[in-house]
């Protein structure tokens, strides 16, 4: 049996992925110290045989007594909210975490995938942004802990890679939503639905005017299994590569949940990216894949698991 070791399996996308390897038939062993994840997101597969957590901070060296075949690092804040209140957890687990993962995949002979992100091209000079962009990031500001560490994690994965041969991935993921998503993390698409079930005004910032691309987590899991299963090394872009602006995914928001909120304007924050667009031609041509569900059926599906979540806790 194959055995696929994720950190931050106990997180938003780390948990769907230990879902997905073990419909896959894989033993799946994950690793978190629920800093920002949660058990309630792996509560489900505990009775499953195959499935095994280890609460464990990645920055601090650690083994398996057991092979693994993949190692899939996933260990880090991915939120704003996160990363600026955990700065120098978020740099560490992006170097020092990146860093023991890799020495685990060396020590196994397992294959190794990074989540990366997006955030490396940081406010891109470039639209939409392809993998050979460079990026255009702050290294100095708020956002650049989260960005760096990131960039610093495909540097040292490349590192292996060339200078130890090591068989590695990198994926570079674009605004994802989906069930699990915690409703204050700071990200728009929690934010917003958790505000319109609360007809509470949605909280835009700067104009409204800025882009994201919007892509079902169901739909990068497919690619990320996908990507896993290829035969490339350099960064990969997946996500959905339909744009919209912030006031569009405000009024989808608004009209799938039959909300009354009305919009609130505050001051753009420092770094915030002004345009998001991944150039999914690679992805396409090498894995074969792109995006399936609409926005409108992934929102109605996310919608659907807040209110379930507002339901049962009375307060969200």
């Known amino acids: 049996m194959t055995t696929s070791l994720v950190t931050g399996g106990a997180g938003f996308l780390g948990s769907h992925l230990c879902e997905r390897l073990l419909r896959e038939g894989h033993r799946v062993i994950c690793?978190?110290?629920?800093?920002?994840?949660?058990?309630?997101?792996?509560?489900?597969?505990?009775?499953?045989?195959?499935?095994?957590?280890?609460?464990?901070?990645?920055?601090?060296?650690?083994?398996?007594?057991?092979p693994v075949d993949n190692v899939l690092n996933f260990a880090s804040p991915a939120s704003p909210i996160d990363y600026l209140e955990l700065p120098i957890q978020t740099l560490k687990v992006g170097s020092l975490g990146t860093h023991n993962t890799l020495g685990l995949a060396m020590h196994k002979g397992s294959r190794y995938l990074?989540?990366?992100?997006?955030?490396?091209?940081?406010?891109?000079?470039?639209?939409?942004?392809?993998?050979?962009?460079?990026?255009?990031?702050?290294?100095?500001?708020?956002?650049?802990?989260?960005?760096?560490?990131?960039?610093?994690?495909?540097?040292?994965?490349?590192?292996?890679?060339?200078?130890?041969?090591?068989?590695?991935?990198?994926?570079?993921i674009f605004n994802t939503y989906g069930p699990r998503?915690?409703?204050?993390?700071?990200?728009?698409?929690?934010?917003?639905?958790?505000?319109?079930?609360?007809?509470?005004?949605?909280?835009?910032?700067?104009?409204?005017?800025?882009?994201?691309?919007?892509?079902?987590?169901?739909?990068?899991?497919?690619?990320?299994?996908?990507?896993?299963?290829?035969d490339t090394h350099e960064p990969m872009n997946i996500g959905n590569p339909t744009e919209m602006t912030i006031l569009e995914f405000a009024e989808a928001v608004i009209d799938l949940t039959g909300s009354s909120s009305e919009l609130l304007f505050k001051q753009l924050p420092t770094d915030d990216p002004k345009i998001r667009q991944p150039d999914i031609g690679r992805a396409r041509a090498e894995l074969g894949w792109e995006p399936s569900v609409p926005l409108a059926e992934g929102l109605k599906t996310t919608i659907d698991y807040f209110r379930a979540q507002l339901d049962t806790s009375g307060s969200g």
């Open 181 to 230: 998503m915690r409703p204050r993390d700071g990200r728009v698409v929690p934010a917003f639905i958790h505000q319109a079930l609360a007809n509470e005004p949605l909280t835009v910032f700067g104009d409204g005017t800025q882009t994201r691309s919007f892509c079902f987590v169901d739909d990068l899991v497919e690619g990320i299994w996908r990507l896993l299963n290829s």
């Open 114 to 172: 990074l989540a990366s992100t997006s955030e490396v091209y940081g406010d891109p000079l470039v639209h939409p942004q392809p993998e050979s962009y460079w990026g255009n990031v702050n290294p100095v500001g708020p956002r650049g802990v989260y960005d760096e560490a990131k960039r610093f994690g495909e540097a040292m994965v490349m590192a292996y890679h060339r200078a130890h041969g090591l068989d590695t991935r990198i994926v570079r």
């Open 31 to 66: 690793v978190d110290n629920l800093i920002t994840g949660n058990t309630r997101n792996i509560a489900h597969l505990r009775d499953n045989p195959e499935f095994k957590h280890i609460e464990h901070d990645v920055t601090i060296s650690f083994q398996i007594d057991e």
